[in-house]
Each structure stands twice: as C-alpha cells, then as structure tokens.
C-alpha cells in the first residue's frame, strides 16, 4: 500500500480555496496529469457524488471512476478513485484557516496499484509527494492571482 501527503499555506480565504477544490472541470489547471473531470451524478457535490476523470500515467491516457465517500461541505472531501493502475486509493483534500486570512491545503492518499503498477510502491510516496507539491503549488499560484477586472 503506498502512502503519502502534503501542504501547503496560501494567502487566500478558506472558502475561495473550497470552491477551487470543488470546481471539478477546472482540476486539469492545477493537477499534473489530469486532462477532464466530469461530475456524472446529478446535483451538488456532497457524500455519493460520481465523477470520471481522464488522467495520464506513464505517457498512458486511462480513465478513473471517483466517488465521492466523505464531504465536510467548505472543509474537505474524500473521494474513493478507481481505473488506470490504481486498484483502489482513497485521496482527501482538506483546506483549514491558518490565521490572518489565509487557507492551508492538505492533500492526503493512500492505496494499492494493480498488476506490473505494485512494482512502484516503494517509490510512490517519494513521487507522490514531489506531485503533490507541485500541484498544491499551480493551485497557490491560481488562488492569490488578482481577481480579473471586469469587463466594462
């Protein structure tokens, strides 16, 4: 079983962060390797929310199934994730104040790869974290970029 985590402060509100977190087409923007996420279940997002996500591993296109298995609306999500060479991970977002009006974002996994993929989880923790550093980093970048003016 690989596991592995990471965080990161940002200068911006916890609640401007969640609807980042939560704005499921928007993920490829700041998640290395994610090319489509789809909600495919109908209404809000919360606990039995269904999605589908077109991702890369290794330079090879695959599909994941994710379900949505815990939500703390404003505050974290968990969602199970299937497809590709993960037999099964559970991966959780949560975001938290960290005083002054800033947000801090942890990103948590944990799973098992399937067939020749078992191979890699010694090394999936190191990788792993190096990713999510990098992710957390593009969404930073995303969250404290001045809000666009509007058109006049």
Partial sequence: ?????????MDASVASVWQRLIDFPAIPT???????????????AGVGTALVARRVYAGRESSVDCLITAWDDGHAATM??????IR?????????????????VTYSAEGEFRGAWRLLT???GVMGRNQVRSNLARLKRQAEAPAAEPAP
Avoid: H, N
């Fill in 30 to 44: 700041w998640e290395d390797g994610v090319l489509e996420v789809r909600q495919t279940s109908p209404g809000p």
């Fill in 1 to 9: 079983m690989f596991r592995f985590q990471g965080s990161l402060s």
């Fill in 88 to 104: 099964e991970a559970f991966v959780r977002y949560a975001v938290v104040p960290g005083g002054d009006g800033r947000a801090v």
């Fill in 80 to 85: 199970s994730i299937r497809g590709g060479p």
């Fill in 122 to 124: 010694p090394l999936a």
